[in-house]
């Protein structure tokens, strides 16, 4: 019940493609579900986040839908650049718990 | 903008060995986290810590570690015999408050035990 399921593991994507990263739970206790980006050799970066509350949140290229019903969200960068070839984690957080639990991870590579 | 930076940044130890990870949380946040990362995985949390106490811990965090905030800007965590499964990045993180649920990293602290 505390696992975050992510796919997919790895990611390929085109200059100007959209990337979809989805990550599905189970604990209806998760309350805050943040996006991390790690670069090789970097420490995870926070990239967006969302509460149960809200549907979507887009910040920028990066935007977090959220179906409360299905248990999962994804996220979706659009015009897909270089640059964002990184590591991407999906997390969850419990207040009763106190800590992130991580996805497996996705790799995603974007091709010029 | 105000960042978690750790100390050192690559760690090398031999089995047996005591070490300390150094980490200094963002200035006016309150819950400090441990996560390790072994290569090629998903981060795992270790401990969390407010209010000068442990409020969680993980199975991953057994008697060979443990945690303190020895002042009022560093936090750290002690493993008193390293094994060669130890070797992982180790992860610093904190978060403001109560209300605040972001969590900020640190840079990691590459931990190596031969």
């Known amino acids: 019940q505390q696992q975050v399921k992510q796919s997919p593991q790895s990611l390929i994507v085109q200059k100007g493609g959209i990337s979809i990263i989805n990550c599905a739970y189970e604990n209806t206790a998760f309350d805050y579900f943040p996006w991390y980006q790690q670069f090789p050799g970097k420490g995870p970066a926070l990239l967006i986040a969302i509460r149960p509350d809200v549907s979507e949140k887009k910040e920028g290229r990066f935007t977090i839908s959220f179906n409360k019903s299905a248990k999962q969200f994804s996220l979706h960068i659009m015009d897909s650049q270089p640059g964002d070839s990184a590591t991407y984690f999906c997390?969850?957080?419990?207040?009763?718990?106190?800590?992130?639990?991580f996805g497996a991870g996705t790799r995603l590579a974007v091709h010029p | 903008e105000p960042e978690v930076t750790q100390t050192p940044s690559h760690q090398v130890t031999q089995m047996g060995q005591e070490v300390i990870l150094r980490c200094v949380p963002i200035s006016n946040h309150l819950y400090f986290y441990w996560y390790r990362q072994i290569l090629g995985q998903k981060v795992e949390f270790l401990v969390s810590?407010?209010?000068?106490?442990?409020?969680?811990k993980s199975e991953i965090f057994d008697d060979q570690f443990s945690v303190e905030r020895p002042d009022g800007s560093n936090f750290t965590l002690k493993i008193r015999s390293t094994k060669l499964e130890d070797s992982a990045m180790y992860f610093c993180a904190s978060r403001k408050g109560t209300s605040s649920y972001e969590q900020y990293f640190g840079p990691g602290t590459r931990l190596t035990v031969t």
């Open positions: 810590f407010y209010n000068n106490e442990i409020s969680e």
């Open positions: 997390a969850a957080h419990s207040g009763g718990y106190n800590k992130l639990i």
